[in-house]
């Protein structure tokens, strides 16, 4: 293992193809499996429900031009927080990533882990077993060991040595994965588009009014199932020719995903009308296959949920480190986690502290706690990225640009403008728990500055 301390860089083999799957990877997870019944209630007519779904593709197409034409003007690791960095100062590139690492990316992966075994459960009874097998009791919160958590920690453990391996294994489970999920997806829509019972009466249901500031908080909702638009972005150090594969990975990926997430939206409404769309607990995707295909699909629709969530941890794990690395790169994380592997010419140490702190999320159930304001803070830092290029365009004139977001300046306005309508909206209709998420990325503040006193 290397222990030199200069600045380091990752090899660039990954294609516009790799970076395009990475992003479908990252978008596509649970939100889609367990998220459309709370949107539903907050946006309670098929018609508009499906709106927020098209709003929210549109807004992660906007938002991926404006990523796209970033990262080819900073084709570096990190994403948004070199972008955040380079535009208003390393505090604020330093808050996005104190809460990539501590909810944003660690998070997402310990919520599906933990959902692995409920899965997994109907094949190898007693997985999602909660019985703790060893619990520790600790100041506020209690370590708790049971079959789940073990699943779970195995779980994230497995994707992160695969990534610690090297970019060359990382890329192959990463596509495979993603082929594996999107063909089971559209066989099923297919499938179940051809089977299903959908009629005028169905398609056009309402139960009850729509309101502006209910669409709107539907909307912040859709868009945490879309966060992972910008997954090539993190990876902008390892991709080949950023400045024309970057852009047309983030295009690829975001239409993609739009697609399937709307034509699974129509799968839905199509077989479960929308005022029993609002009351479904546990998967959606469960719920309608059974409909179309009977009590066998569950056993089906399993092994598709579980492909589904391992491919979401396997881009979690491929993006997220990115920018850790870089952070440490700069001096403001462990230095440590700036260390590329000298044979896998991977951030290795900086996958091991993402692994380890999903770990801690994990046996200690501070989940629920983080859930409430990841998605608050990923619509706050993404509109402030794009933003970004307004800042970059003003002070950076002359710079070579490879690429020019599309719609320049009207879709990154439109990005910026529903981003801070959905934020107020939030902070309106959920004053608790984004208080909550603006007290815990102003508790990086103190983070920040103990790492700068250590570099000066």
């Not at 499906?50 to 080819?72: D, H, I, P, R």
């Not at 699943?151 to 391996?165: S, Y």
């Not at 399993?302 to 391992?310: E, F, K, R, T, Y």
Request: hydrophobic share 55%.
């Amino acid at each position: 293992m290397t222990t030199s301390t200069t600045p380091q860089s990752l090899e660039r083999r990954l294609g516009p193809l790799d970076a395009a799957a990475i992003i479908v990877a990252n978008v596509i997870g649970g939100g889609i499996l367990f998220f459309p019944p709370g949107i539903a209630a907050n946006v309670p007519d098929t018609w508009w429900f499906l709106s927020t779904w098209v709003a929210g593709g549109v807004l992660a197409f906007c938002g991926a031009m404006a990523y796209a034409e970033l990262a080819a003007l900073r084709p570096r690791a990190g994403g948004e927080y070199v972008y955040l960095r380079e535009a208003y100062g390393s505090l604020a590139g330093f808050l996005t990533g104190w809460t990539s690492f501590v909810a944003g990316f660690a998070g997402a992966m310990a919520a599906s882990a933990m959902i692995i075994p409920l899965y997994l459960d109907r094949f190898v009874p007693g997985a999602a077993s909660s019985t703790p097998l060893l619990r520790i009791p600790l100041p506020y919160v209690a370590v708790t060991v049971s079959n789940q958590t073990i699943i779970a920690i195995v779980a994230v453990w497995l994707f992160a040595l695969v990534h610690m391996r090297g970019v060359g294994p990382g890329r192959f489970v990463s596509n495979f994965l993603t082929i594996l999920k999107v063909g089971a997806l559209l066989v099923f829509i297919a499938m179940g588009l051809t089977m299903g019972g959908t009629t005028e009466t169905t398609i056009s249901a309402t139960a009850g009014a729509v309101t502006a500031t209910g669409w709107l908080q539907g909307l912040i909702v859709v868009m945490f199932v879309y966060s992972g638009w910008n997954a090539a972005a993190y990876m902008a150090e390892e991709v080949r020719n950023p400045g024309r594969n970057l852009p047309l990975a983030l295009a690829l990926g975001t239409a993609a995903v739009t697609l399937i997430y709307l034509l699974i939206n129509v799968l839905y409404l199509s077989v479960i009308p929308i005022e029993e769309l609002m009351t479904v607990k546990g998967s959606v995707l469960d719920v309608a296959a059974e409909r179309l295909l009977g009590v066998r699909a569950g056993d089906i629709m399993g092994i598709v949920s579980l492909i589904s969530l391992a491919a979401g941890i396997n881009a979690w794990t491929f993006a997220g480190p990115r920018i850790y690395f870089a952070m440490a790169r700069d001096g403001v994380f462990f230095p440590q986690a700036a260390h590329v592997h000298p044979r896998f010419k991977t951030p290795w140490i900086a996958v091991a502290a993402q692994a380890a702190w999903a770990t801690v999320l994990i046996v200690t159930g501070s989940l629920d706690a983080l859930g409430n304001y990841v998605a608050f803070a990923i619509t706050l830092f993404a509109g402030v990225a794009v933003a970004a290029v307004f800042v970059l365009r003003r002070r950076e004139p002359n710079a070579a640009r490879p690429f020019k977001a599309v719609g320049y300046p009207v879709t990154p306005a439109i990005f910026v403008a529903f981003s801070i309508l959905m934020v107020a909206n939030a902070i309106y209709r959920e004053p608790l728990s984004s208080g909550l998420g603006l007290l815990v990325i102003a508790a990086g503040i103190p983070v920040y500055w103990w790492f700068s006193r250590r570099r000066a």
